[in-house]
């Protein structure tokens, strides 16, 4: 069995910075009724035909990941990305990835966890790595949803939230003692309408959407029963972080950084004061970015490592919980 670790780590987000404020020209909303529901000050989002889209802004991120590794397209075994706002129906993002990219006829392989597709998208590519299938493996989280959400006060509960964006790794073969130490997944299927997006799906076919669609069906917006969603989120995620930690012997305080999908302020507050953790022990960027649902994890990633809050020999741990409802988290040594 080998051992595998992060030896790259990319970001990217549009140049479009749109604040609380901005949003006030959509809908009936605030900067201090944002704030006090999710800690959101700002988050990007793309220009309409300024070639971002989801697979283009993975390609960007994947680009400093690979630079960060000193590997090139070539050295790529296998691809895992992870998004719920594909460009196309199908195929996935990441088969756009390996020909934007130019790397070898490597596998390519679409993740659908949402929220906690990242932390899903890791987890794979750490199997195959240790399982001695592959080398060097691109993991990938990339979302655009600005452009798929109702921009009015009718939905300002989920548009408020989101945000565009992508984060890469480049996950390694280790040959010292930096490692994936372990993985951790769940799922519930039972709550899977507390937070989804029913449309497009094979209950509604192309020819249902233009013949027969019903103008007050609005299930091709986002939907979310937003304290559901909190009362379980506060919940699991402290329960798969400490599964996490204890499969490895580790307490909180042996934790240099936890890096939570960045969901809600408020519930990674929750969670900090749960585990007992320190400030310096969180690593929280939603205020500037929203949530970009599976790139949130390895945009915070790259950002904590750009500012030299990671370092060789930390344990840092990501967690993630979302739509499913599914959550999971990593317990890394870098």
Avoid at 202 to 225: A, I, T
Avoid at 291 to 312: C, D, F, H, M, V
């Amino acid at each position: 069995m080998y051992k595998s670790k992060i030896t790259g780590l990319g970001k990217y987000v549009p140049e479009r910075i749109v604040t609380n404020n901005d949003l006030t020209k959509y809908m009936d909303t605030s900067d201090e009724w944002i704030r006090e529901r999710t800690g959101i000050e700002e988050r990007h989002w793309v220009v309409p035909g300024d070639g971002n889209t989801t697979a283009t802004m993975g390609v960007k991120a994947a680009k400093q990941a690979l630079q960060h590794a000193n590997l090139t397209p070539k050295d790529i075994d296998f691809i895992v990305f992870a998004t719920l706002s594909p460009d196309y129906y199908f195929p996935g993002g990441g088969v756009q990835v390996q020909k934007m990219l130019g790397c070898d006829t490597v596998g390519a392989l679409d993740v659908r966890n949402q929220c906690s597709g990242f932390v899903y998208a890791l987890a794979t590519a750490d199997q195959f790595i240790k399982t001695g299938m592959y080398k060097n493996i691109l993991v990938i989280g990339s979302e655009l949803q600005s452009t798929g959400l109702d921009l009015s006060t009718r939905g300002r509960g989920v548009a408020v939230i989101f945000g565009d964006g992508a984060g890469a790794v480049v996950l390694s073969r280790s040959d010292d003692d930096s490692d994936i130490l372990s993985n951790h997944l769940h799922s519930e299927g039972k709550y899977a309408e507390e937070l989804t997006v029913k449309v497009p799906g094979n209950q509604n076919p192309p020819n249902k959407l233009v013949e027969n669609w019903d103008s007050e069906d609005l299930s091709y917006y986002p939907y979310m029963n937003g304290n559901y969603v909190f009362k379980h989120a506060v919940t699991r995620f402290p329960e798969v972080i400490m599964e996490g930690l204890q499969a490895n012997n580790l307490t909180p305080q042996d934790v240099d950084l936890l890096i939570p999908h960045q969901a809600n302020l408020r519930i990674s507050q929750f969670v900090q004061k749960k585990l007992g953790m320190k400030d310096e022990q969180i690593m929280n960027n939603i205020q500037k970015y929203g949530n970009t649902t599976a790139a949130s994890i390895p945009i915070a990633l790259t950002e904590a490592w750009e500012q030299g809050r990671i370092k060789r020999g930390d344990i840092v741990v990501t967690a993630a919980f979302g739509s499913g409802f599914t959550w999971g988290s990593n317990i890394i040594k870098f």
